[in-house]
């Protein structure tokens, strides 16, 4: 059984920062990619893609976080940090870690999820 769980949201305000983590525990063999989306408050609003990493450390970041946000992962620990700076309040949502996970004895690769950080950012 593999568990993502994410910790580090709260509030925040205009141009303050957090830090999210996310580890990874259970029966794993490899952690591929992980990454980080985002849903926003209201209605039919799709998750958005925030960044990612690959296991050799490659990074990907949406447009609006460029150069405010850093992705960043612990291998030894299985665990993926996202560092937020200069924070706005269109940055309010609520943050889901993932990562691409072999479990043993098995060649498949999942997505397995976390259950989602509340980050708020208002004065």
């Known amino acids: 059984q593999v568990q993502l769980v994410e910790s580090g949201g709260g509030l925040v305000q205009p141009g303050g920062s957090l830090r999210l983590s996310c580890a990874a525990s259970?029966?794993?063999?490899?952690?591929?990619?992980m990454g980080w989306y985002r849903q926003s408050p209201g209605e039919q609003r799709e998750r958005e893609f925030v960044?990612?990493?690959?296991?050799?450390?490659?990074?990907n970041y949406a447009d609006s976080v460029q150069d405010r946000f850093t992705i960043s992962r612990d291998d030894v620990k299985n665990t993926e940090y996202l560092q937020m700076n200069s924070l706005k309040p269109e940055d309010t949502a609520v943050y889901y870690c993932?990562?691409?996970?072999?479990?043993?004895?098995?060649?498949?690769?999942?997505?397995?999820w976390g259950q989602g950080a509340q980050v708020t950012v208002s004065s």
């Open positions: 993932y990562g691409e996970i072999l479990v043993p004895g098995s060649a498949l690769l999942r997505n397995y």
């Open positions: 259970g029966s794993i063999s490899s952690i591929f990619t």
């Open positions: 960044a990612s990493i690959t296991n050799k450390g490659r990074t």
